[in-house]
């Protein structure tokens, strides 16, 4: 129960961040492992829901740093 790995790209797993799609700008609450550049304030591809299609997300704010993937996050 307690498999420290991390690895990237390993499913939904990663910090839960609040983001902003920079093509709609509609701001939703994601889990990524694959941030670039700083956790804090870079950016992601993830699907917008908005959009229907996979966009570039800013990272605004750290909700939680290292969530286990355990829990539906709200959609
Ligand atoms: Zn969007």
């Not at 959009?51 to 993937?69: S, Y």
């Amino acid at each position: 129960m307690s498999s420290r790995s991390t690895s990237p790209g390993a499913g939904h797993v990663g910090p839960l961040v609040s983001a902003r799609c920079t093509s709609c700008e509609k701001i939703s609450e994601k889990r990524t492992a694959r941030i670039v550049g700083e956790t804090s304030s870079g950016s992601f591809r993830h699907v917008c829901h908005t959009c229907r299609t996979a966009t570039w997300w800013n990272v605004l704010r750290i909700i939680d740093e290292n969530h286990p993937g355990a829990g539906r996050g709200s959609t």
